[in-house]
Structures are given as C-alpha cells and as structure tokens.
C-alpha cells in the first residue's frame, strides 16, 4: 500500500513513466472531452474565473500538454507565459502546442520541481496549477513558492477534484486491480484538503465548483482511462483482463451506459502572505 500511495508523489515516476509524454494525459481528457457535460466547457470556466491582465506575466505550473492555452487563448488578452512542468517530455509537447497560438508570447518554458521554481519574487500576474498539486510530495512548499512568485495583486488557480471524483472507475479500479490513484488525491490536496494549505500562503481563497456530469457509453473508453493511470500501468495482464471483464459487466448493470460522478472545480487565491 505505501508504494501504491507513494507512486503518486515519485517525481522519478511521475517524470519517466507516468508522464513521460503527453499519451496517459490524453487518455484521461479524452474521456472527459467525449462525456462530461456541463453548462460551460471545463477550460472556458476555468479561464473565466479571472480577469487577465493584457500581457500580464503568466505562469503555469504543471504545464501537461498545453491543452488549456490551446482552448483559451482566443478567449484572453494578449499574455507572456512561461511553461513549467516535471517533465521534459511536457514541456516539449506544451511548447509546440503554444508557439503557434494568436495571442500567447511565451515567454520561457522549462523543466522545473513546483517545489522550488527557479524564478524570481513577484514575477507573474497569475499562476495556474491546473490539477497537479496532488502530485507534488508537499504541496504547502509548491504553494508557498507559487505565493513568492506572484505580484501582491496575483492570483492563483489551483484546480483539483472531491472525494467523490470518479467514483465508479474507482470502484472498476478497486475491484479489478485492488486499488486506485483517486484514493489518495483528495488527501493530498483536494476539496477536503485545499483551502487549508493554501491558506498557508494567501489571505483570500474561494472554492468554486464546476458542476458537470458524465455518461460513458464505450466500455473501451473507460479501460483506457483506467489503464494510463498508476494502476492500470502497474497491473498484470490477468488483472487487465479482470479490468476488462469488470467494465462490461457494469455496463450491462447499467443498460449499456455507465453513470459517473464528476467532483471538480478550482480555487481561486489571492494576496499572497507577506514574506513568501
């Protein structure tokens, strides 16, 4: 169990398996893409929580593929952004899906642990950690360093899930493979866990929900999700087959579909504390 809990939190896994490239992410958005349905797509929300200052200095911490800029940018002012990310494999994949975009100079892009970010105080108008600080071994030093990054009028984005999140493919997870990331998520920094650590570095923080809901209606896609997690790469292949075997049986339960909670949203922090 202590390797299970830990996987999440290894920066050696996380950077040469896990996310290596963008492949396990992508997975994982494709889900949500083709299912999850909600009043306002989840990048539109997510970059409507702010007002954005025009080429203000932005930051994103756990940068992934660049998807969130490739969905925004036509929505925002022009902006200076600088990329941040464990691994080089998403820096490199981020980088290409940024340069190209109207709207977005950005500004640098590296490898960098949110632990100990390699710039200067006060550099950025906004920082975003857009589902990523339940990855990080301690998340009160990445928030504390997000704090020391941003401009006193800064805000941070820190998106994460509930405890409910995905149940059903922790449920599928448990019983085909005995066990699931999503145990340890909300633990580390989550809707239970969040405004706590932040708290920590921000005088001001405000959850907000994104309400959504989503039904699958492809077993295979609900494999794949549950396969690129820590999990599923971790499993045999008789428990793959025992994976396999458990989704379509739910899916039948259910008529041929799949319900699936969804318990997401991000909080929005500001003014950070002084001396961070």
């Known amino acids: 169990m202590t390797r299970r809990r830990e996987l999440g939190t290894d920066p050696d896994y996380l950077r040469q398996r896990q996310y290596r490239d963008p492949s396990n992410l992508n997975a994982r958005i494709a889900l949500h893409a083709k299912y999850s349905w909600a009043d306002e797509p989840w990048y539109p929300w997510l970059a409507g929580l702010v007002e954005w200052p025009a080429n203000g ?19 925002l002012p022009p902006l200076r952004l600088t990329l941040s990310d464990l691994s080089e494999g998403m820096v490199e994949a981020a980088t290409n899906a940024v340069e190209p975009l109207d709207g977005i100079d950005l500004a640098g892009a590296r490898t960098s642990d949110a632990q100990d970010l390699p710039f200067p105080d006060a550099s950025f108008d906004v920082v975003v950690a857009n589902h990523m600080l339940y990855h990080v071994p301690e998340p009160d030093r990445a928030v504390a360093e997000f704090a020391r990054v941003l401009r006193p009028h800064g805000v941070l984005l820190a998106a994460t899930n509930g405890p409910r999140h995905l149940d059903a493919l922790a449920d599928l997870s448990r019983q085909a493979l005995g066990w699931s990331p999503l145990d340890f998520a909300d633990g580390r920094f989550g809707t239970s866990s969040g405004a706590a650590i932040l708290g920590t570095a921000f005088t001001s923080v405000e959850w907000r929900p994104h309400p959504s809901s ?10 794949a999700f549950i396969a690129s997690t820590a999990a599923g790469q971790e499993a045999s292949a008789d428990e793959r087959l025992a994976l396999k075997d458990a989704i379509e049986d739910r899916f039948r339960a259910e008529g041929g579909t799949m319900t699936v909670t969804v318990e997401t949203g991000c909080f929005v922090a500001r003014h950070p504390r002084p001396g961070r």
């Open 57 to 75: 200095d932005v930051l994103e911490v756990g940068c992934g593929s660049g998807a969130l800029w490739v969905n925004v940018a036509a929505l």
């Open 214 to 223: 989503m039904v699958c209606t492809d077993p295979y896609d609900v494999f």
